[in-house]
Each structure stands twice: as C-alpha cells, then as structure tokens.
C-alpha cells in the first residue's frame, strides 16, 4: 500500500518559525522583565538592608559600657570607684575552633591549668550570646598581643575599659554590695544589647543594685573600618559614654573601715549613728565577703565556703538580722515608767526572785541587788525592778513608748533586703496567736526577751532618740541640705534621768564600766545587754544551767550594746549587736568594742594603733584571716568542688544560707518566747547570770 506524504509549502514553514520565535522572546522578555524587577527591588527597596550589610562587612560598629558612677563617703572619699581594665572574653555563639582558640588564648596570656578548667566550665553553662571570661586585669603587653592577633582568634572579644574597685574591700560588703554580669533571665526581660557587652557589670545587691539607675550611665558607641580579614584599617567616628551619677553617702568611710576591724572574729554588726541629723555614718556586717571578688566573678568553691560559714557572711545583719535585745530596752522601759508616773526615787527590793502566782521569776544577780531606785535599777541591770513595774503596769503601758522610740519602725533607706522587729501588746497577741496576754509575757518583754525583736539598725535609733530627744530617722544619701530632726514629745526631765542613769551604768559602778574613755572631758553613757536564743528547761535547771562556755556556738547568748557620746552633749550614738557571743572574751566584747568605736571618733591616732595590736592576736587583719580560711577550706574540699564561676549565684542577702539562717533564728526566738511556764528567760533568770553579768 503506498504511504500518503504531507506537502508543507513555504508558507506554512514560515509561519511555524515565526511563532516559535515568538514564543521564545516572549519567554525572553519575561525573564528580563522579572530580572529587571528584581535588580529594582534589590537596588531600590532593599538598597538600605544591603547597604549595612556591606557597611558591617567593611566598619566594626561597638558598644562602649559607660563609666559606673563613683560611690564616695561624705568627705569625698571613694568607697566604690573603677580602675582602668584590659579584659578578653569569649562570646560562645561566635566561637568557631574551640580548641584551637582556647590553645592560642592560653599561649598568649600565660593561663594556668585552673584557668583553663574554669573556662571550658564557664563555656559548658554559659548562655549563647553571655560572655565568658578569660582574663581580666591584664597587663598591656598580654592584652596587645590578643590584639595583633584578633584576626585568628574568631569569638574573642578584647575591651578596654573600666572594672568596679572597692578599696576597704569585706568593710563595705553589706554596705555597697557588687557589681556583676547580667544573668540570662536579666537579659531577656529587656533585650538590652548593652547587658551582654563584653565587661558590662550591673548592681547585683546593696546599694550598688538599689542605686542602679543612678550609677549606671549610657554607653557610646565606636566605629572602625576593616578589611575582610578583620584588621583595623582606620578609626572612625566615636560617640564617648556619659558616666554614671557619684552619689554621696553619709557614711565616713574611715569610721566604717575602722568599726568593721574592730568588730574582729565575732559574728556581729554595728551601727554608728549621728544624734542630730540621723546620717548613719557606719554600718557594718560582719564577716562579710569581698566585692572585688563578687564583681571579678567568684568561684564555686568560694561560693560554698561562703555558704556553710556558721557565722552567715553573706548576710546583712544590721538590717536582716532579728534578736530579742535584751537589756539594752531598760532605760527605753525607764523612760515608758516614767511617763506612767512612776518616781524615778520609788524603790524595789530586790531580794534575788521574784514570786508571781506559781512561777519564780529571777534577777540575773541570784543574791539580789536590795532596794533598788529607777537610776540604779538601770545602772545595775536589775531584773526585779523591771519585772515588778511590769506586773504592776503591764506591757501595755511600756510599748508605745518603744514605738516612739523607733522600735519596730521600717525606715526608708535604700537597700533591697530589710526585716523590721516586733513590739508586741495584747491587741498583737490575739492577732497573731489568738491567746491573750499574760502577766509572764510583760514581764519577759520587761527585759527584752520574750517577743521584743529589733534588729540593729533601730536599737541604734532607739539611742540616738534616747540621747538627742529627737525624732532621729536614719539617713544614708546627702542629696541635699539635711538639719537637725524635730523634737519628740518627751518630758526633757524624763530623759535627763534616763541619761543620767546610762551614764551611771558606765561611770559609776554600773554593768557597762569597760566602755568607760579615759579621754580628758569625754564620757559615755550605756546600757549592756544579752539575749537567751534557746530554751532552758526545769530538767536542766534542776542539774545546773549550762555555762555559755560549754555550749555550742549558736546556742550561745548575743551579747548587745546601745550608747551615746558625750554624755553632756550627745553626738554620736552606737549599737553593736554580737552574735552568740556570750561576753567570753574581754577584747572581743561590746563594751571593750564601743569604747574604742568612740575614742576612733575623738582620737584617731591612738584608736587605730590599739587596734593594730589587738588584730596580731586575731589571727592578723580581715583580708588575712579571710585568706588563711580560703587556703584551708580549699585544701580539705578542692577535689570535692567542680571548677568554675559561679553564674546563677542568688545576691548574698537572698541566698539559700541566709534564707536558712533567718528561718532557723526565727524559730529559735518564737521557741523561746512561747515556752511553757518555769521555761521562759524571765524564769530562768536574765542570761547575765550565766556570764557574770552584764559584760562586767
């Protein structure tokens, strides 16, 4: 069968071409049209993103941290400054060759194995964009030789700048608390690019966090063009940091570095107050921590040791801490008798006890101190004075007077962590415990035990009222012109005898003698005081209470302490508060303490090179005995305790140990003051008895 074949003409082969022509320039223009569009969109939309794109390929652009505000003492003096700082760090989000770049570091900057340990455990938990530290308060030559060799060492950033400095170091711990870097969970409230700059610190706990926004300052920027390789080809435009605010305290920073030295082993505190304006001049916790150590980033081993110190260091015991203060309330009980129309010449026979329905209520004194009147029932410390005007009035009659005094007041001073006391009545009672008040309960509040709490920082108040007759409130910024506080509304004779009777218990046969000055034309007036913080019971009271001696530490007494000098004319008043001290040493006890917190005042000189002495048989000066504890901690628990900083450290005065220790004190003092009857301090006798009185 013969195949039928298709004819194409010329015709129809043109038109053929033509179209597939067609299409392929239709194709062709679309093509250009979309990159036409394209190159537009980059050129003209996008031309700014690309343009910082290739502007941060060629021009470095970084944050300069701004200059933290110096914190000064009212003279000026610094108490928190900065110290120029030449410091690398390693940004992990950037770090590129782990091994190698650590390798190079350690070359370059001589660090040692422990160092280098630190760092890989500071990479191991440190967020991406956190810096870790590898070195700071390099000398120029180390840090100019990471310089030259920036360009191999991707993820280092070096920075020069300024680091925190606390020149009295541990003596200000609890006073300025301590710069750090921000945490991850800092970071992401805010975003704030700053926070994560490479040397970038934040207040982290006293003043230096409540005054944050003050010292902080805004930081500037600086700008180098750089080849691709990363080498600085010139310095371009650079916008300078605004320091942040120096802010003036009201603290003397000699007093302060002074009273904290002389404060030696104990675990205590101590408040020096000016009578007339309030300014606190001296606030010291101790032991406490270094803040140079805190700010530089402190270890985990430091952090332990820190922790399980029994003697709490990082807590702020002016402010945090709570005690039953003791005797130290009696010329404040005088002076509420007083008001109630007592006679200050109206006797009471002490005969050693007193009887009240079943209970046997004891003076510290167990033969008795005889007929006692108002000035030598203070003098002396007399318990039964005390407890028969408290059976007799009730406590009622003594609390508003405590009140007015400043105990259980909440001042305004700024400091994020702070506990206030208690000054209880019956309306408190049946509030808090739904019992009413009992003849027992005055009577122990008589002498300061039972639910009377007060921290420091008001028994310095409560003497600098006692002493001024003013309504001191404790100030710690001069931010401007500050006069004398207003009168309070007490009879000034009421308070000439209360004085006379606080000059009497240290010049004139009283409990207080060792705080006597032996400076020409300068006296003090005071008033001694222990505290119980365990609970004796009537099966040991049978055998024998135990000597303060014989017990564990933090069964011991506190010993306690409210003064003011010159007793014609008062200026200064003082509170020291001594941990389970228990008066067992002479040179360590309030007394011996305030009296020379009082000739440091009026005679430098001779204040300081008695204390010089006194420290050779401490152990040496704070910064010595702290290291020689360091050394040996870290002997006994290096294997024990990973490397590493400690980064997700709480603030010392919020730590686990200071949560722990407020709690266990706490139930201690509520132990005490709901003893059952034949058990409460009253009964047992004011824990004078057990220490030979009143620090005499």
């Known amino acids: 069968m013969t195949k039928l074949t298709r004819t194409i003409n010329q015709a129809q082969q043109n038109f053929s071409f033509s179209r597939r022509a067609m299409m392929l320039g239709g194709a062709q223009a679309a093509m250009g049209v979309v990159l036409a569009g394209r190159m537009a969109w980059l050129s003209i939309a996008e031309n700014e993103h690309y343009q910082l794109l290739s502007e941060s390929n060629r021009i470095n652009n970084t944050v300069i941290p701004p200059r933290r505000g110096w914190i000064v003492d009212r003279n000026g003096h610094p108490i928190a400054d900065n110290r120029t700082d030449f410091r690398v760090d390693i940004i992990p989000d950037r770090l590129e060759d782990k091994e190698r770049t650590l390798a190079l570091l350690q070359e370059l900057l001589a660090l040692t194995p422990e160092d280098m340990d630190r760092i890989q455990a500071d990479l191991k938990q440190a967020a991406g964009f956190q810096p870790v530290q590898v070195a700071e308060n390099l000398p120029w030559e180390r840090y100019a030789a990471v310089s030259v060799r920036m360009p191999e060492l991707p993820g280092v950033a070096r920075t020069q700048g300024f680091a925190r400095n606390y020149p009295a170091g541990p003596a200000v711990g609890h006073l300025t608390g301590y710069v750090g870097a921000a945490s991850a ?52 435009a650079t916008r300078p940091d605004q320091p942040g605010e120096t802010v003036r305290l009201t603290i003397d920073a000699g007093l302060q570095e002074y009273t904290a030295r002389r404060l030696g082993t104990n675990s205590g505190s101590a408040v020096v107050l000016d009578c007339l304006t309030g300014d606190v001049l001296a606030m010291c916790s101790m032991p406490s921590y270094d803040p140079n150590a805190f700010s530089d980033g402190i270890s985990h081993l430091e952090w332990n040791m820190l922790s399980e110190n029994d003697h709490v260091p990082l807590m702020n015991k002016v402010l945090q801490g709570l005690y039953p203060p003791g005797s130290t309330v009696k010329p404040m009980n005088a002076l509420a008798l007083l008001r109630a129309g007592i006679k200050p010449e109206q006797t009471v026979f002490c005969g050693g006890a007193l009887r009240v329905g079943t209970g046997l209520f004891h003076c510290w004194r167990r033969g008795g101190h ?72 005055s009577i122990n509040a008589s002498i300061g035990q039972g639910y009377v709490l007060a921290n420091p920082l008001q028994l310095a108040v409560m003497a600098a009222r006692l002493g001024s007759g003013r309504k001191v409130v404790p100030r710690m910024i001069i931010d401007q012109p500050h006069g004398a506080a207003p009168g309070l509304a007490f009879d000034p004779q009421h308070l000439a005898i209360v004085r006379d009777a606080m000059y009497a218990a240290v010049n004139d046969g009283g409990t207080a003698g060792a705080a006597r000055l032996y400076l020409p034309g300068i006296d003090v007036s005071a008033k001694t005081g222990t505290a119980q913080v365990r609970r004796i019971t009537m099966a040991e009271r049978r055998t024998g209470v135990l000597n303060n001696a014989a017990l564990p530490f933090k069964l011991r007494d506190h010993a306690l302490f409210i003064s003011f000098a010159p007793s014609d004319n008062p200026r200064y008043a003082l509170a020291i508060v001594l941990e389970h001290n228990a008066h067992l040493i002479r040179n360590l006890d309030a007394p011996a303490i305030a009296r020379d917190v009082f000739t440091y005042l009026f005679d430098r000189p001779r204040a300081i090179t008695a204390l010089d002495v006194a420290e050779k048989t401490w152990g040496g000066d704070i910064g010595t005995r702290m290291a020689t504890q360091e050394a040996a901690y870290r002997a006994a628990h290096a294997e024990l305790i990973p490397a590493g900083t400690e980064l997700d450290a709480a603030a010392p005065t919020s730590s686990d140990a200071v949560e722990q220790a407020t709690a266990q004190a706490d139930a201690r003092a509520e132990a005490v003051a709901n003893t059952a009857a034949g058990d409460s301090p009253a009964e047992t006798g004011s824990p004078e008895a057990g220490s030979g009185g009143d620090a005499r």
Do not use: N
């Not at 706990?205 to 409540?210: I, K």
């Not at 004075?385 to 001073?413: K, N, S, V």
């Open 185 to 236: 969970e800092e970071y992401e409230k805010t975003k704030d690019p700053l926070l994560v700059t490479p040397g970038f610190k934040i207040g982290k706990d006293g003043l230096e966090r409540s005054l944050e926004d003050r010292l902080r300052g805004k930081p500037g920027a600086k700008r180098e063009e750089v080849t691709a390789r990363g080498r600085l080809v010139r310095q371009l």
């Open 370 to 441: 005889g007929h006692v009147d108002m000035r030598r029932a203070v003098a002396q410390s007399c318990d039964v004075y005390f407890f028969q005007m408290a059976r007799d009035l009730g406590y009622d009659a003594f609390a508003p007077t405590a009140r007015m005094l400043g105990m259980g007041q909440e001042f305004d001073i700024p400091f994020p962590s702070q506990r206030y006391g208690t000054v209880p009545d019956s309306a408190w009672k049946l509030k808090k415990y739904h019992t009413k008040w009992t003849v027992a309960d």
